[in-house]
C-alpha cells in the first residue's frame, strides 16, 4: 500500500509553502511573498506518530484569473486533490474569509475527500481568535488557528490529518524504486517528456521558458521497474538569474542532481549542444551520477542519410568527457523511442551501482599492464601495485602504486577504459585514486 498522500491547497501567498516546509523539515518550496510563486506541485515525504506519508504543496488557486498559467495552476491542483487521501486548505486569518475561499471551499466539498481546515498567520495564538468564527461559513468543519512562520499549532493539524489516514497494511515493502532527474536549459521539453510518460498533464507545459521553476517528483511504475521521475526547472546561465526566484529554481535543479540514481540530459535536436548544456551535463558528471545523453525533438531536425550517426559524433566531439554516455534521440511530443528509455534507465543505474570483486579486478588490471607498459620517467618506472574498489554510485577504485607522481592522467585514462569494456560499465563515470604504497608494505 502506498503512503497517504496529504495535498496542501489555497489561495496565493496564504504561507502554504512555509507551512509545507516546516512539516518536511527543509527548504524545498520556494519561500517568496510574491503571489503566485509555488506554481507546479512538491512533492515530499514526512511523518508523524511513526506514520510516513507524503505532502504536495501546489500553486496557489486564483478563480477568477483565466491567463495560460493560473489555468494550468488550477489544473495541478485539481491533480493534487484527486491524488489526495487527504487536503489541508490555508487560508489567512487576517484577511478573513474571500470570495476566493469560498469558491475554493465549494471546489474541495465537490472532491469528497476529507478536508482539514487551517486559518494560517494567527501571530497570537493561544488567545481568543474572534476572527476564527468567520471561517465555519466555509462549512468544512472546525478551522485551526496556526503560524506557520512561528511553527505554532502545526501539530494538531497533523493530528487532524493523521486521523482521516487510510488503514495501513502490514508488512509493507518499498520496492528499489529509481530516481531520474530530467535536466536541462529552459524550454528543451523536460516537462512535455514527463507529461508523455506519465499519460497526464503532470506538470505545466508553456512555450514560456523556465515555466517550471520547482524540482517536481512523478512516481511511474510499468513493466521494466519503479521509477521517481524528477522533473526540474531549466538552467539558465548566470547571467540570465536576475530574480531570487530563478535563483532557487536553479539550485533545486542541483539538488535534484545529487539525490538522482540517473541523470536525463535533454538537448534540443534542433538547436545542437550549447555552452550551457555542456554546463548542465557537467553537473551530473561532476555528481557522478549516471548518465543518459537525450536528444529532443527529433522529429523536427531535417534528415538525411547518415544524419543521427552524423548528429551523435557532433554530440561527442562537444561532450568529450562524456563518451561513456549512450545517447537517444527521441521526440517527447510524438513519443517517438520513448518507450526505450525503461531499459536504457535500469541498465546505467545497474552500472552506476557496480561492485566488482577485488580478484577479477586485478585480474583486468594485470591484463592491462601486460599490454601497455606502465610509464617511466628518469630510470624509474610506475608499478601497479594491487587495486580494490573503494564505492559505488559511481564506480570508485583506489589503485596503490610505487610512485604517485609516475601516475600519468593518460595511463589513468587507459585502465578506466580497461576497466569499462571489460565490464561493461556504459552510461556511469569512474573515479580513479591513486594511493602510494611500498611494495613490501603489500
Known sequence: MAKPMVAIIGKPNVGKSTFFNYIVGQRLSIVED??????DRIYADS??????????????????LEDEIHIGMREQANIAINLADVIIFITDIKQGVTASDQEIAT????????????????????????????????GIGDPYPVSST?????GDVLDAIYEHFPEQEENEQNAEIINVAIIGKPNVGKSSLVNKILGENRVIVSNVAGTTRDAIDSYFENDTGKYNFIDTAGIRRKSKVNENIEKYSVMRSILAVERADVCLVLIDATEGVT????????????AGKAIILVVNKWDEYAKETGTLEKYKKEVYNK???????????????????????????????????????????NQ?????????????????????????QAQTKPPTFI?????????????????VNQIRSNFDLEGTPIRIISREKREKEI
Not at 497570537?124 to 476572527?131: H, I, K, L, R, T
Not at 591484463?367 to 580494490?388: F, H, M, N, W
Open 47 to 64: 511523518n508523524w506518530r511513526g506514520r510516513s506519508f507524503t505532502l504536495i504543496d501546489t500553486g496557489g488557486i486564483e478563480p477568477e
Open 107 to 138: 471546489m474541495l466539498r465537490k472532491s469528497k475527500k476529507p478536508i482539514v481546515l487551517v486559518c494560517n498567520k494567527a501571530d497570537n495564538f493561544g488567545e481568543a481568535v474572534p476572527e476564527l468564527y468567520e471561517f465555519y461559513n466555509l
Open 319 to 361: 561532450l568529450s568527457y562524456l563518451s561513456y554516455a549512450p545517447i537517444i534521440f527521441i521526440s517527447a511530443k510524438t513519443g517517438q523511442r520513448v518507450d526505450k528509455l525503461f531499459n536504457l534507465i535500469k541498465k546505467v543505474a545497474n552500472n552506476n551501482a557496480m561492485r566488482i570483486s577485488t580478484a577479477t579486478l
Open 34 to 39: 510574491t503571489p503566485g510563486v509555488t506554481r
Open 364 to 388: 583486468v588490471i594485470n591484463e592491462a599492464i601486460a599490454t601497455v607498459q606502465p610509464p617511466s620517467d628518469k630510470g624509474k618506472r610506475l608499478k601497479i601495485l594491487y587495486a580494490t
Open 275 to 286: 555552452e550551457q548544456d555542456a554546463k548542465i551535463a557537467g553537473e551530473a558528471h561532476e
Open 150 to 154: 512561528n511553527a505554532l499549532g502545526i
Open 399 to 415: 589503485i596503490f602504486v610505487n610512485n604517485k607522481e609516475l601516475f600519468h592522467f593518460s595511463y589513468e585514462r587507459y585502465l
